[in-house]
């Protein structure tokens, strides 16, 4: 597996690179492990999440935090500084595992768990649909959209997010894990307390990612940027 370790300071451009990562392998590029992290707020909602359920608008409008909608599922995220980013791109075929939706959360949020029990010290959890807890409070959230022949998988790890502004821009989900108990946006979630670097590091380990990717997949995250992640059309459909 190849590592890419790339941000852009284009919010669109940061949604677009995980889906064009993807459509390469889908046509037999590398099986890639990418981190990247925003140096600005925005938020990214979840493929069929709601911009008026899901988020506090007239406070992202007056601070200009740009509302984007992923490719994915799950829930909405606030990204920005202190918020870590990973996916994870595998092909399907031949790997029992990555089937499909249930038995692909499994087996890539286990080999996390146990990642992270280890670099952290301290027992880490598989939590509500798709989540990472330390003693009941979520520090990572993941995802998943599937191809024919490959997938994308990809998550946050809180580090020093400010996790104020969480509950600043983005309303109470209306569906909620059993174990977050109706707490707010600040009770329910958490940093970690380890390095970028450490975290990285370990996750390169397990996923055995090795070797470099060269560069971004420019010419079709361009593409992507101009059809799709900056229009109204695809961002507040819902």
């Not at 140096?39 to 999440?49: A, Q």
């Not at 509950?167 to 894990?177: E, I, M, N």
């Not at 590091?201 to 799709?228: D, F, G, H, M, Y």
Request: hydrophobic share 35%; proline share 4%; glycine share 6%.
């Amino acid at each position: 597996m190849k590592i890419l370790d790339w941000s852009s300071p284009a919010p669109a451009a940061n949604i677009a690179c995980d889906e064009a990562l993807l459509d390469e392998c889908e046509n037999g590029g590398d099986e890639v492990l990418r981190f990247w992290e925003s140096s600005t707020h925005f938020v990214t909602l979840g493929y069929t999440n709601s911009v008026t359920e899901e988020i506090n608008a007239n406070e992202c409008r007056e601070n200009n935090i740009p509302i984007l909608r992923r490719s994915s599922g799950g829930g909405t995220v606030l990204q920005g500084p202190g918020c870590l980013n990973y996916a994870l791109v595998l092909r399907t075929e031949n790997c029992d595992d990555l089937q499909n939706l249930s038995r692909t959360n499994a087996f890539i949020l286990e080999r996390q768990r146990a990642t992270l029990s280890q670099l952290l010290s301290t027992p880490t959890a598989v939590e509500g649909y798709t989540d990472l807890a330390i003693q009941g409070r979520k520090f990572s959230g993941n995802a998943q959209r599937r191809k024919r022949k490959a997938l994308l998988f990809h998550g946050t790890f809180l580090v020093d997010f400010d996790l104020s502004l969480i509950q600043k821009y983005l309303a109470t989900p209306p569906k909620q894990p059993e174990y977050r108990g109706a707490r707010s946006h600040l009770d329910f979630v958490t940093n970690i307390e380890t390095s970028r670097d450490k975290l990285k590091q370990a996750l390169c380990q397990t996923w055995n990612a090795n070797r470099v990717l060269a560069s971004p997949p420019t010419a079709r995250i361009e593409q992507l940027v101009t059809e799709k992640y900056t229009r109204d059309e695809w961002n507040l459909k819902f």
